[in-house]
């Protein structure tokens, strides 16, 4: 990103719009973000995953953290992801991700991309809604 400052992820919420084969999430996953400095955090649901954190530091137009989460059968998974941010040309962001698993074998890329307003509009993106209950 050509951005002095790079954008804050805090409150935004995005979607998987493309995976690797290898990995869980799919079209029906949803991240929402906290920031705080160079520390973020997200919780995650959707498709088949059925609750999934993220904990990692913000690096300049770079992410860098690890994440864990639980399938909709019970099974657990752990990986690790360095994501590139692009800024869209209406403002949103795009998350390029270069993920691999610790839990199994296997790695992949993936894109995120934020929720428009009307996306959002039409989801419960409380924090409730995303503690896997």
């Known amino acids: ?3 002095s400052h790079p954008p804050s992820l805090d409150g935004r919420v995005f979607k998987s719009v493309a995976n690797a084969e290898s990995g869980d999430v799919g079209g029906d996953t949803h991240f929402w973000f906290d ?13 088949t995953v059925r609750l999934g954190h993220l904990v990692g530091r913000h ?4 992410l860098d953290f690890r994440y864990s989460h639980v399938t ?4 657990t998974a752990t990986g690790h992801s360095t994501d590139r941010i692009e800024r869209l040309e209406d403002g949103r962001l795009r998350l390029y991700e270069d ?8 790695s992949g890329t993936s894109v995120l991309e934020e929720l ?3 996306e959002r509009a039409g989801l419960d993106l409380s924090p409730e809604a995303f503690d896997g209950r």
Not at 59 to 62: E, F, N, P, V
Not at 72 to 75: A, F, I, N, S, Y
């Open 35 to 47: 920031q705080s400095g160079d520390l973020i955090h997200a919780t995650y649901r959707g498709g």
């Open 116 to 118: 428009t307003d009307e």
């Open 1 to 3: 990103m050509s951005e």
């Open 72 to 75: 909709d059968d019970g099974t």
């Open 99 to 106: 993920w691999s698993w610790d839990s199994k074998p296997g």
């Open 59 to 62: 690096r300049g137009d770079t």
